[in-house]
């Protein structure tokens, strides 16, 4: 509890003209909105006011790692779900996530106690329809293929070209990695 605390404070905290993208809301799902004890890992999700085809299912954004950096994201038990703003927060994997903080109305106290009282499923968003489950798993499906092309060409492009081949060979495993994912629920 003590890190999700922190986190939702460095969210709130962050200058609005540092990164090239600015989280509006950070959200909870997982094992931590169960029963209470102890995790090894916090699965939260951080919206940002980027557009869909920006932030498909797995990937990060350019500048995700200085800003998880700089809110100490990166060195604490969290595994971060980027998405964004402009699509909804939940799916197959982030299910019915509970808002920790937002830009709009900020630390949601409410939801901190909840977690901490083991009654998380008080503040936690309702459950899909089947239907509307299936179909924003087709939507993420469908930007997920577009990025993963993308980034296979972006990696074709530098694979020969001096410098570091690694950021683009990340971004590249991060997209296919969701895109597979993706197709094995879709299928």
């Avoid at 993308?150 to 990696?155: E, G, I, K, M």
Wanted: hydrophobic share 45%; charged share 25%.
């Amino acid at each position: 509890m003590h890190h999700l605390g922190e986190l939702a404070e460095k969210c709130a905290e962050l200058p609005t003209s540092f990164f090239r993208f600015q989280v509006v809301e950070l959200w909870v799902f997982g094992d931590l909105l169960d029963v209470p004890r102890d995790v090894d890992m916090i699965d939260v999700a951080l919206v940002v006011d980027l557009p869909v085809d920006e932030v498909p299912w797995r990937s990060e954004p350019v500048g995700a790692e200085h800003w998880a950096n700089s809110t100490r994201l990166s060195r604490n038990p969290f595994a971060a779900h980027w998405r964004s703003a402009g699509a909804p927060v939940w799916n197959h994997r982030i299910e019915r996530p509970a808002l920790v903080w937002s830009a709009a109305g900020g630390i949601a106290e409410e939801t901190l106690v909840a977690v901490s009282d083991g009654t998380g499923e008080l503040v936690r968003q309702a459950a899909p329809s089947p239907d509307e489950l299936r179909k924003r798993v087709e939507e993420e499906l469908e930007v997920s293929l577009a990025a993963l092309r993308r980034a296979q060409q972006t990696y074709t492009d530098h694979r020969w070209a001096p410098g570091k081949l690694t950021p683009h060979a990340d971004a590249l495993w991060r997209v296919s990695g969701g895109y597979l994912e993706l197709l094995d629920v879709v299928n």
